[in-house]
């Protein structure tokens, strides 16, 4: 008989929509990624480093299809945004028996381009993306949107993640915090597509102006406003 905890952890092992873990696709990449990984903190970390550095954080090309949005999707295309590549380290995760879910939230002084900070016209980046594992017992934050790549060109440390500790914090020297969490949407056991397009309506609509010059300049493509 199933104890309490493992009743209220089932949604999060379950495969959903986008946490599409049973993604003949996922699964592969899941075994793969985690051979050799007796543990599921093990698994956890190594699952973590294979989305942070093999997928190219690109927050330019923003498809809002619902299947584009999919954990697989991400996995075929080599690339994605926050969300995205969340979504893929939690369809991972789940595909070998860890349950997670994804946490989204505002922040400022996210790392980014002086093009982004153009296209979004403002410094808050709207439903920052990111993985919750349930590891020994309790629940730890990932965040493995930013390639070691990109962090290094930022002159900024990349996150690491151990399994043990939460990982949301980009730092400066000197022990500064890079990135300010402004307000918190919580936790989910799939994307919550609608509240992220609303969300991102609300706080950019230009983006959803086909017609803006400054959008068609900066590359926001005709599928990112897809709703």
Not at 89 to 113: C, D, E, M, Q, Y
Request: net charge negative; charged share 25%.
């Amino acid at each position: 008989m199933e104890t309490k905890e493992q009743q209220d952890l089932a949604i999060y092992l379950a495969p959903a929509y986008y946490i599409d873990s049973d993604s003949q696709d996922i699964i592969a990449f899941a075994k793969k990624q985690t051979e050799g990984a007796t543990t599921d903190i093990e698994k956890a970390v190594k699952l973590y480093y294979a989305v942070r550095d093999n997928f190219l954080y690109d927050p330019y090309h923003v498809d809002l299809r619902a299947e584009a949005m999919k954990g697989s999707a991400t996995l075929k295309r080599g690339s994605g945004y926050c969300g995205e590549k969340a979504t893929l380290l939690a369809a991972a995760a789940r595909a070998v028996g860890i349950p997670t879910r994804l946490a989204f939230a505002n922040v400022k002084n996210h790392l980014s381009t002086q093009k982004l900070l153009d296209l979004l016209r403002s410094d808050v980046f709207v439903f920052h993306g990111f993985t919750e594992l349930f590891l020994n017992g309790k629940w730890v934050k990932a965040t493995p949107a930013f390639n070691k790549s990109l962090c290094d060109k930022f002159g900024v440390a990349p996150l690491e993640f151990d399994g043990i500790n939460d990982s949301i914090f980009h730092e400066f020297e000197g022990g500064r915090k890079f990135m300010e969490y402004l307000h918190d949407f919580g936790s989910f056991d799939d994307v919550p597509r609608d509240l992220f397009i609303k969300s991102l309506q609300e706080n950019y609509p230009h983006l959803f102006d086909t017609n803006d010059a400054e959008h068609q300049k900066l590359g926001w493509t005709k599928n990112s406003v897809i709703s």
